[in-house]
């Protein structure tokens, strides 16, 4: 408990962060009202799967909504922001009193080996991964639209080719050698591992026999989760939300995984502030159509 502060966030309770990163609780837990937003439905006696649980936000919203009469499942794989999962379940009004289940492991491919590296930002602890160069990638979009705002906002005052030059200092920021030395400074960049797991392997040692809300947001990794659920599982899983990153062909790969499982894709869309971020993201809410009007 020495390691985390506290802060009571209205009508969320009381809640934990690590020490030493920057966190704004108030827009986080409205950053997880973005899931329900675009569909998503949980209810009295549901089971929750929370892939990428963080602090326990998520986690948090879903105990209020289905007043603490939830079966959750959330999974955390790097220490610190575990150690402020675990408080929260313990000290957290709502998901203090929901049936509440904690993995301080990554979920992955049935594929993937037991242990995988992680990239834990100490300043930054919601972009922490077990993808790094997804990460990467996404600070030098960031770094990209920023250098492209600065361009455009001093082009007028200091003329073009100043402009154009400061834009070009700020879009290659986190490139090289020396960028990356300094972003891993400012970040607060340590490299961790933590043991593996997958979904199906949860389902069958805790006997699940459903999953009526299935959350994944796991920077970049979200792929390898649903390649950890095996065929006999994936009639268990009712509904699916899921941020990810478009690279690569991923959000087809994905697309068409859900719908040869047979859910129907209700919401595509991008999270609030990508565009200004300069980033690829997008948030998609499944379901199956036979739960057309559940509540």
Avoid at 137 to 155: E, I, P, S, V, Y
Avoid at 230 to 244: R, T
């Amino acid at each position: 408990m020495k390691n985390l502060i506290w802060e009571e966030v209205a009508p969320y309770g009381l809640m934990s962060v690590p020490k030493r990163s920057r966190w704004d609780l108030p827009d986080l837990m409205g950053e997880v009202g973005e899931y329900f937003d675009c569909g998503a439905r949980v209810g009295p006696g549901d089971t929750v799967f929370d892939v990428g649980a963080n602090v326990g936000a998520f986690a948090i919203e879903t105990a209020r909504r289905a007043q603490s009469d939830v079966s959750l499942y959330c999974f955390e794989p790097v220490p610190p922001i575990f150690s402020a999962l675990s408080a929260n379940a313990s000290r957290n009004d709502w998901l203090g009193q929901a049936r509440t289940h904690l993995f301080d492991r990554a979920v992955v491919a049935e594929s993937d080996p037991d242990h995988t590296d992680l990239a834990f930002f100490r300043r930054f602890p919601t972009d922490s991964t077990c993808d790094i160069q997804e990460k990467r990638r996404d600070f030098d979009m960031f770094f990209a639209q920023k250098g492209t705002a600065f361009r455009a906002a001093l082009a007028p005052r200091v003329g073009q080719t100043v402009a154009a030059a400061v834009g070009h200092l700020v879009t290659t920021m986190p490139k090289g050698g020396l960028g990356r030395a300094v972003s891993d400074l400012v970040t607060g960049h340590v490299r961790m591992r933590a043991p593996t797991t997958t979904l199906s392997k949860v389902v069958q040692e805790k006997q699940v026999t459903r999953i009526d809300l299935l959350k994944i947001d796991v920077e970049g990794a979200e792929l390898r989760v649903l390649l950890g659920i095996s065929d006999a599982h994936w009639p268990l899983v009712e509904q699916i939300v899921l941020e990810g990153h478009d690279r690569d062909g991923r959000l087809d790969v994905i697309g068409g995984l859900l719908t040869e499982k047979g859910f129907e894709i209700a919401h595509l869309g991008k999270p609030d502030g990508a565009d200004e971020k300069g980033l690829d993201s997008f948030l998609l809410y499944a379901r199956r159509p036979k739960i057309n009007g559940h509540a």
